[in-house]
């Protein structure tokens, strides 16, 4: 119930003074008090009913107003038993803070009021309880006759005059009345991503739930997003139910995608048109994304997510690699609009996603590596999309396959790593320091917190036991690639 409801009843409240939007706040409850501080007793949201007995002199009345409007009020109404009218110093004072005045008529008691306002209330919550039964059956018959989710929600919103949207985490639409622009889909995604609680109410009048996930997660949940709710409909049930259904829908395109990874195992054939690859790569705590389990599960679900129609496998080293028709530019700039909505909900994961087009006469097995390639150099950032470039030596080598890699650094760094696990001398991380510095003596030093000459140490035992000559460009090519290969997910062990 709203203030100005209260001055539509038969109750004969007569409206003194309060701005127009001040009218349309709810009335939580009734509280009577005079006390000369009323602090104590009224709570935020509450029509205050006061006699004016605590009215001495015009000086009274901002104090004790103001006092009211900092508690929380919405409104106040007064009694003109003590007075036989309002004075004026009362009405100026509701007006400096913001409060509806409300004149009270002598006859209709401060009780009359409270049971009024109970009254209303039974009665709104009886009438909502009987909507959300009829509401919740109707829903639950139109999922059993397997109506789909899109015809439920413009069906449902046009019911009860609402706005209603559901997207999936990267802000991809599921459903919805009408179009959303980018901006705004950003900025709801962006919200709901960082809350620290759902459901959340936002500027305009747009208010989001949670559809599935568990609990804080936010890379595999969606969002239902509805408009123009009033009190009278009780929009805390009605989103909790219409988000219930729509978390059927949710899990039962989860399945849907599970069954299609159990039944479509046969390798991609890239001659059948052109392809492109897509391979996404989580970079985090291992025991996060390994072991097939619900993270894998949900990065999967997104790649097909924000590549509508493409097909998707997980490699030896568990990346998941998707295919889709189309060119790399325009699968990059699609991956980069929408993956960005991720990177709230990310957290300590960095997603470095590549991209690559299966050129004439290369192998599925070659493209792939490339988009794995073009991952691995990624920017260490919450989300980062390349396109794989192979004209440098880092993408020729990139395309040879994994096993062949392999062996070429374990054969180049194996004395190293023989030698570290005896002494403990950490001669594999300063020449990936040192590498990573460009040759730099002295930023290796500064970044290692070491003395020069140690790092001078270190390199030059590096160069006896591997046989390279980190002076010459072929020697540190070697090395250089050795270090990618064995420091990229799912090779040698360390």
Same mark, same amino acid.
């Given at each position: ?30 509280? &009577? ?7 104590? /007793? ?29 508690? @929380?009020?919405?409104? &106040? ?32 008691? #401060? ?7 109970? @009254? ?61 622009? *980018? ?20 500027? @305009? ?9 568990? /609990? ?63 391979? /996404? ?32 496998? &997980? ?92 062996? #070429?650094? *374990? ?22 320091? #040192? ?60």
């Amino acid at each position: 119930m709203l203030v100005r409801d209260m001055l539509a009843e038969p109750l004969g409240l007569r409206l003194l003074g309060g701005a127009t939007a001040a009218l349309e706040r709810p009335v939580a409850r009734i509280c &009577v008090t005079d006390m000369p501080d009323p602090t104590p /007793f009224v709570t935020p949201g509450a029509l205050v009913c006061t006699g004016l007995v605590w009215r001495h002199d015009a000086d009274d009345s901002d104090r004790y107003v103001g006092l009211l409007a900092r508690a @929380g009020a919405v409104a &106040v109404a007064a009694g003109m038993s003590l007075h036989g009218r309002v004075p004026p110093d009362v009405v100026a004072a509701c007006a400096r803070h913001g409060l509806p005045l409300l004149e009270v008529p002598e006859r209709v008691p #401060f009780s009359r009021m409270i049971e009024y306002l109970a @009254g209303r209330n039974a009665d709104m919550r009886l009438r909502r309880a009987k909507s959300g039964m009829a509401r919740q059956r109707r829903l639950l018959s139109a999922v059993a006759d397997g109506r789909d989710i899109a015809a439920l929600i413009d069906e449902f919103a046009r019911d009860c005059g609402i706005s209603v949207w559901l997207l999936t985490a990267t802000g991809m639409p599921v459903a919805g009345t009408e179009p959303l622009s *980018d901006d705004r889909i950003d900025a709801l995604v962006a919200a709901a991503a960082t809350a620290s609680r759902l459901p959340l109410s936002l500027p @305009g009048g747009y208010a989001v739930w949670p559809v599935g996930g568990r /609990f804080g997660d936010r890379l595999s949940v969606w969002y239902l997003v509805i408009r123009g709710a009033t009190d009278e409909q009780d929009p805390d049930e009605l989103g909790a139910d219409l988000a219930a259904i729509a978390e059927l829908y949710r899990m039962r395109r989860l399945e849907l995608l599970r069954m299609t990874w159990e039944r479509d195992r046969s390798p991609v054939d890239a001659a059948s048109g052109p392809m492109v690859a897509v391979a /996404f790569d989580p970079v985090t705590k291992p025991e996060q994304w390994s072991g097939g389990g619900p993270g894998r599960d949900a990065l999967r679900a997104i790649a097909h997510d924000v590549l509508p129609g493409a097909t998707t496998e &997980v490699d030896a080293d568990g990346r998941i690699i998707a295919w889709v028709r189309g060119t790399e530019q325009n699968i990059a700039a699609q991956l980069r609009r929408r993956l960005i909505r991720l990177a709230p909900a990310l957290r300590e994961v960095r997603l470095r996603v590549g991209v690559s087009a299966c050129r004439g006469g290369e192998s599925a097995t070659g493209t792939a590596a490339s988009a794995v390639a073009a991952a691995s150099v990624a920017a260490d950032e919450p989300v980062d999309v390349r396109v794989a470039d192979v004209d440098s030596a880092v993408g020729l080598f990139t395309t040879i396959p994994d096993q062949l890699q392999r062996r #070429f650094a *374990d054969r180049v760094l194996g004395p190293l790593v023989d030698y570290d696990e005896r002494t403990g001398a950490e001669l594999l991380q300063t020449l990936e320091v #040192f590498l990573g510095c460009a040759g730099s003596w002295r930023q290796a030093a500064d970044r290692m917190h070491l003395h020069l000459n140690t790092v001078r140490y270190r390199i030059g035992r590096v160069e006896e036991l591997t046989g390279r000559d980190l002076g010459r460009l072929d020697d540190r090519l070697d090395l250089y690639l050795a270090v990618r290969a064995r420091s990229r997910p799912g090779a040698l062990p360390a």
